[in-house]
Nanobody, 123 residues
Framework: VQLVESGGGLVQAGGSPRLSCAAS????????VGWFRQAPGKEREFVAG????????AYADFVKGRFTIAKDNIKNTVYLKMSSLEPEDTALYYC?????????????????WGQGTQVTVSS
């Protein structure tokens, strides 16, 4: 599966952008999709995930209540709706697909990565 993110950019603190991840190609074997992020000098970290069917979702503690992951099954597009952004949310956000059957997974379980989209939050 190929993943292409969009929707990043420069956002003011408190803003509410939405990231999109369009999936193309064969999705056979893909059981979960999610979002990771990587800030300069830091490791890539899990942000949110969901099962491919959309039945289960999972969030990192630092985004609970602020970010929402959703999927359009017709468009094969995964979204990350972000709100109440803080400068600490500044990072390169990656879409990821995995064969794992649970909605939360690590980088080691990712089978396909998108190229990333930069989100910069200004104070």
């Amino acid at each position: 599966v190929q993943l292409v993110e969009s929707g990043g950019g420069l956002v003011q603190a408190g803003g509410s952008p939405r990231l999109s991840c369009a999936a193309s190609g064969s999705t056979f074997g893909i059981n979960a999709v999610g979002w990771f992020r990587q800030a300069p000098g830091k490791e890539r970290e899990f942000v949110a995930g969901m099962t491919w069917s959309g039945g289960s979702t999972a969030y990192a503690d630092f985004v609970k209540g602020r970010f929402t992951i959703a999927k359009d099954n017709i468009k094969n597009t995964v979204y990350l709706k972000m709100s109440s952004l803080e400068p600490e949310d500044t990072a390169l956000y990656y879409c990821a697909a995995s064969r794992t059957v649970v909605p939360v997974f690590t980088s080691f379980s990712v089978n396909s990565w998108g190229q990333g989209t930069q989100v910069t939050v200004s104070s």
